[in-house]
T-cell receptor
Framework: GAVVSQHPSWVICKSGTSVKIECRSL??????MFWYRQFPKQSLMLMAT?????????EQGVEKDKFLINHASLTLSTLTVTSAHPEDSSFYIC????????????FGPGTRLTVT | DAKTTQPPSMDCAEGRAANLPCNHS???????VYWYRQIHSQGPQYIIH???NNETNEMASLIITEDRKSSTLILPHATLRDTAVYYC????????????FGKGTMLLVSP
């Protein structure tokens, strides 16, 4: 099956700093990428959907100025958490799909963010 | 909100079949039933999907009732590595459509 990678797998940052998480589709072109957040003992919550070359569509309650998403190429999307605070500590997971070319959505392994 | 309901947890003995139920009484005609699982601290893994016919692959079988209001995921011979949270999701069959995760079922496979 298709492979999606995330980097870094875990990161610790200080409160007030920004951190960037990368999501790459390794062997297919990802027309659409999705970003999820998962707090401990909770389910995945969709944060935003991004189509290559377009602005991301954010879910209700997700601050687009705080969670900057860039999907500049068909194999790379980035999520930047700006001015991170301890409450942003979470497990961030991306997924990628080929749009109309395939119904499947392939998930990355996730990035554990801890803000101190 | 998720359009499915699942039991919060289930237990299964290693080597036995695990049958995970899911209710989706409000499923639309163009929505498929998808199953994913998430092993602790990993990204979700696709298992299987179906529209109205029963489906089987190397991982599992999916049984969908005739009225499509419920389904059952069957792991024929559960192993310890099948311990995970299993999510049943209804979704339009398109790469553009989103996945709405509910709380899922925590399956614990014991020796």
């Amino acid at each position: 099956g298709a492979v999606v990678s995330q980097h870094p797998s875990w990161v610790i940052c200080k409160s007030g700093t920004s951190v960037k998480i990368e999501c790459r589709s390794l062997d297919f072109q990802a027309t659409t990428m999705f970003w999820y957040r998962q707090f401990p003992k909770q389910s995945l919550m969709l944060m935003a959907t991004s189509n290559e070359g377009s602005k991301a569509t954010y879910e209700q309650g997700v601050e687009k100025d705080k969670f900057l998403i860039n999907h500049a190429s068909l194999t790379l999307s980035t999520l930047t958490v700006t001015s991170a605070h301890p409450e942003d500590s979470s497990f961030y997971i991306c997924s990628a799909s080929q749009g109309d070319a395939s119904y499947e959505q392939y998930f990355g392994p996730g990035t554990r963010l801890t803000v101190t | 909100d998720a359009k499915t309901t699942q039991p919060p947890s289930m237990d299964c003995a290693e080597g036995r079949a695990a049958n995970l139920p899911c209710n989706h009484s409000t499923i639309s005609g163009n929505e498929y039933v998808y199953w994913y699982r998430q092993i602790h601290s990993q990204g979700p893994q696709y298992i299987i999907h179906g529209l109205k016919n029963n489906e089987t692959n190397e991982m599992a079988s999916l049984i969908i009732t005739e009225d499509r209001k419920s389904s059952t995921l069957i792991l024929p011979h559960a192993t310890l590595r099948d311990t995970a949270v299993y999510y049943c999701i209804v979704r339009v069959h398109s790469g553009y459509s989103t996945l709405t995760f509910g709380k899922g079922t925590m399956l614990l496979v014991s020796p």
